[in-house]
């Protein structure tokens, strides 16, 4: 199979709508509803008012902090060289881990202001976030980035920019790993009160896991390539804090609250 997806979704004169952004919104989108939808479960805890707020500063916390994050830890010289590539996000180059702690920041700013825990808040939002993963490696994928190795599986594919050999698609791989398997994890076990910063821990734990088994049939950042032993990528690296703070907070000991 050969990759001939268009990143255009569709253009009025000079105005091009892509796909990619188009998935983040629809990530965000769905985020809302429900967030809407635990909010009900969950209230008075948490009011639609909590909801729309607590969402609209992630929403803008992971453009931000996904983008400074790519930058800062996969290609900083090319944007030392050129700043105003940092705004063409719409050209791919987000970073899940700089995403992850620009959403921290503004956990921790909208408990500080709510007068809300800092776990109950990461709590609310955790089942959240994998469907969110799931659009944003299927924008990779209509993209054509972020390839996986030479492959002979009967559905390897050939991506433009690659070179002319099939390879695995690792976005796909994990739209459905980061994405939809874990979010029916995570979602299904908060259906029910657990200890405090367990519902995180799960969630932190379960990415690491599966994104530090796709990063193996992943092909490296060029810029970068294998940075540890010869085969460990910077994805893997972020990885290994976020699993041991999310053993962390899945195994120690709390009293149950409401998830």
């Known amino acids: 199979m050969t990759h001939t997806l268009s990143p255009i979704a569709f253009s009025i004169g000079n105005f091009e709508m892509r796909w990619y952004g188009l998935m983040y919104l629809a990530g965000f989108v769905l985020g809302w509803m429900l967030g809407r939808y635990r909010a009900s479960r969950l209230s008075p805890a948490w009011t639609t008012t909590d909801v729309d707020d607590l969402l609209t500063m992630s929403m803008l916390a992971v453009i931000i902090g996904g983008r400074l994050g790519y930058v800062l830890f996969y290609d900083f010289s090319v944007y030392l060289h050129d700043p105003l590539e940092i705004f063409k996000i719409w050209n791919g180059g987000m970073s899940f881990h700089g995403g992850l702690l620009g959403v921290l920041a503004a956990f921790w700013y909208f408990a500080r202001t709510r007068h809300k825990d800092f776990l109950d808040v990461s709590d609310f939002v955790a089942p959240l976030v994998p469907q969110a993963i799931f659009f944003g490696r299927l924008g990779n994928f209509i993209n ?3 390839w996986g190795k030479v492959s002979d599986l009967p559905w390897a594919m050939i991506f433009p920019g690659a070179g002319p050999w099939p390879r695995h698609p690792s976005q796909l791989y994990e739209a459905l790993l ?7 994890v995570v979602f299904f076990f908060a259906q029910k009160p657990r200890p405090k910063g367990q519902i995180s821990g799960l969630f932190a734990v379960g990415y690491a896991i599966f994104r530090f088994g ?3 049939i992943r092909v490296p950042d060029a ?3 294998y940075l ?3 085969w460990l990528t910077m994805g893997q690296l972020l990885c290994l804090p976020l699993f041991f ?3 962390y907070l899945l195994f120690r000991k709390n009293t149950p609250h409401e998830g």
């Open 144 to 146: 054509g980035e972020l």
């Open 178 to 184: 980061e994405g939809l398997i874990l979010f029916f």
């Open 214 to 216: 796709v990063e193996f």
């Open 223 to 225: 810029q970068l390539g």
């Open 228 to 230: 540890a032993f010869g």
């Open 245 to 247: 703070v999310g053993l």
